[in-house]
């Protein structure tokens, strides 16, 4: 006779109006009420056990998250902005002419020395012209007439440039090199005057006009003439005409005086 605990029936699983069994009712978790869960089961083809419809939340289609709101950013304030300034912005170049003190004998090779400079620096657009002021004369060696250049100002050169700390210090630090014009250390800038002074020779010469002829007695020169006729007589000089390189002598002939027109560089001073 067995015990009535040994054996018990298994209860027969409900089924629902479509045949299929019933899932177990779920588990309450402690603490939570029974009726809060509702548990979806899938079978292994992807339907739903039990007939069960899903909730109303898990059928629902996700709501999409709000966008966040731009943030809005703060225009720089002016302490803020960047204080390097852009090259395009910048004013054209002020050129103004200086005179420079340089060593004598060596104008030309100090202007090309600062050309050099600021080349390499890359500062053209604030130099203009360097010039050293020359002249075109005619003179005579050893019965030779001939052409030469001659400084008008040995020992300075000219310079169109912005004076700024930059190219202040090109300037300065350029071998040869002396210090600006001007009183007490400060550059001066040339007058419209002057510089149409200093350069007037210079745009002579490259107009391609005639060289001008050195003469270098004046009148009232006491004179020996060294070439010509008259050769080894003395005169006194009574008119220089440059323009045709004509020395006009008083010469005493046959005890009389008597006026000579020569050569420049047929008489010579005494």
């Keep these: 006779m067995s015990h009535p605990t040994d054996e018990i029936p298994e209860p027969a699983s409900p089924l629902d109006e479509s045949g299929s069994p019933e899932a177990p009712p779920a588990s309450p978790t402690l603490g939570e009420p029974a009726a809060s869960l509702e548990i979806e ?101 050893s019965n030779k007439k001939r052409v030469v250049e001659r400084k008008t100002y040995p020992g300075y050169i000219m310079v169109e440039m912005e004076l700024n700390e930059r190219t202040w210090f090109v300037v300065r630090e350029t071998p040869g ?52 006729p008259f050769e080894n007589f003395e005169g006194t000089v009574e008119e220089v005409i440059e323009q045709r390189g004509l020395v006009k002598v008083m010469l005493i002939i046959f005890n009389r005086p008597t006026p000579v027109d020569l050569e420049y560089w047929q008489v010579e001073r005494i």
Excluded at 177 to 200: C, I, R, S, W, Y
Excluded at 217 to 224: A, F, Q, S
């Design 41 to 141: 089961e899938q079978a292994p083809d992807g339907g739903r056990l039990g007939g069960l419809e899903p909730t109303t939340a898990a059928a629902s289609e996700p709501e999409p998250e709000p966008e966040p709101a731009p943030i809005p950013v703060a225009a720089p304030s002016a302490a803020a902005a960047p204080t390097t300034p852009n090259p395009d912005d910048e004013p054209p170049p002020q050129l103004v002419w200086y005179v420079l003190k340089v060593q004598s004998s060596r104008e030309d090779t100090i202007r090309d020395a600062l050309e050099r400079r600021v080349k390499i620096q890359g500062l053209q657009k604030y130099f203009g012209r360097i010039v050293v002021p020359t002249e075109k004369i005619t003179e005579i060696r």
């Design 177 to 228: 090199v002396g210090d600006f014009v001007g009183a007490h250390g400060t550059p001066t800038k040339m007058t419209e005057a002057e510089v149409n002074q200093m350069l007037g020779q210079q745009v002579a010469a490259s107009t391609e006009q005639p060289p001008k002829v050195r003469i270098d007695v004046e009148r009232g020169d006491r004179v020996k003439i060294k070439d010509g």
